[in-house]
C-alpha cells in the first residue's frame, strides 16, 4: 500500500455517459497528478495539480475534466469519451511539485469505454 | 521523449542478482536518475533515485557510473514477485516523470 487509493477500480461506461474518477491520499503530500497508461504505450501525464491549483494541462481533450477540491483529493471527470480512451487511469502524489520529489502511485481505475 | 534507454526486456533466475542497465548519455549536471518498476496491472512503483553517488535501500542498489552517462539497477536476490517492467528515468522538469517502454523483468524459478 502507497497511501494512495483510487476508486472505482475498474469502471465499463458508455460514450454518453458521465463518470468521475476519485483518487485520495494519506500522506500529507500537495501535489497530485494523473496519467494515463494505454495498452502497451508509455505512461502519459495528462495533470498535475500543486497546492490545488493546476498547473500543467498536457494537452488533454476538454472531455477529461480534473478537480482538487483540497490536497488530499483529486478527481478526473468523464463525459463523452471515445473508445480510444479506454486505457488504466492512474493517480500519484508527490509532497512538492519539486524536481527531487518522489511520487508515489495508487493501484489505478482500469476504464473501458464502449 | 523519454531520455533514456534500456534492453526492452532481460531474465533472471530466482535468488540471482539482477542487474539491469540504463543509458543516459545527454543527462545534465542537475538531473537525478531515478527508478519505478510496475508489475502487471498495477500502478508503478518508486524503488531508488541517486543523482551522483551509488545509493542502496531495502529494495535495490544503483550504480551511476563516473560520467553518468549510464546506470545499473541491482536487485541483489530476485525472487519471482521482482518480475515486473522497470523504468529508469531522468527528471527533466520540476514535475514531470517521463515514463519510457522500460525493461520488462521475467524472474524464474
Known amino acids: 500500500e502507497t497511501g494512495v487509493t483510487q476508486t472505482p477500480r475498474h469502471l465499463v461506461m458508455g460514450m454518453t455517459n458521465k463518470k468521475s474518477l476519485k483518487c485520495e491520499q494519506h500522506?500529507?503530500?500537495?501535489?497530485m497528478y494523473w496519467y494515463k497508461q494505454s495498452a502497451k504505450k508509455p505512461l502519459e501525464l495528462m495533470f498535475v495539480?500543486?497546492?490545488?491549483?493546476?498547473?500543467e494541462n498536457n494537452s488533454v481533450p476538454s472531455r477529461f475534466s480534473p478537480e482538487c477540491p483540497n490536497s488530499s483529493h483529486l478527481f478526473l471527470h468523464l463525459h463523452t469519451l471515445q473508445p480510444e480512451d479506454s486505457a488504466l487511469y492512474l493517480c500519484?502524489?508527490?509532497?512538492?511539485?519539486?524536481?527531487?520529489?518522489?511520487?508515489?502511485f495508487g493501484p489505478g481505475t482500469r476504464l473501458l469505454v464502449l | 521523449d523519454a531520455k533514456t534507454t534500456q534492453p526492452p526486456s532481460m531474465d533472471c533466475a530466482e535468488g540471482r542478482a539482477a542487474n539491469l542497465p540504463c543509458n543516459h548519455s545527454?543527462?545534465?549536471?542537475?538531473?537525478?536518475v531515478y527508478w519505478y518498476r510496475q508489475i502487471h496491472s498495477q500502478g508503478p512503483q518508486y524503488i531508488i533515485h541517486?543523482?551522483?553517488n551509488n545509493e542502496t535501500n531495502e529494495m535495490a542498489s544503483l550504480i551511476i557510473t563516473e560520467d553518468r552517462k549510464s546506470s545499473t539497477l541491482i536487485l541483489p536476490h530476485a525472487t519471482l514477485r521482482d518480475t515486473a517492467v522497470y523504468y529508469c528515468?531522468?527528471?527533466?522538469?520540476?514535475?514531470?516523470?517521463?515514463f519510457g517502454t522500460g525493461t520488462r523483468l521475467q524472474v524464474f524459478p
Open positions: 500519484a502524489s508527490s509532497l512538492g511539485a519539486g524536481v527531487v520529489e518522489t511520487q508515489y
Open positions: 528515468i531522468v527528471r527533466v522538469g520540476a514535475d514531470k516523470l517521463i
Open positions: 545527454t543527462i545534465s549536471g542537475n538531473e537525478y
Open positions: 495539480y500543486s497546492l490545488e491549483e493546476r498547473v
Open positions: 500522506l500529507g503530500h500537495n501535489a
Open positions: 541517486g543523482l551522483k
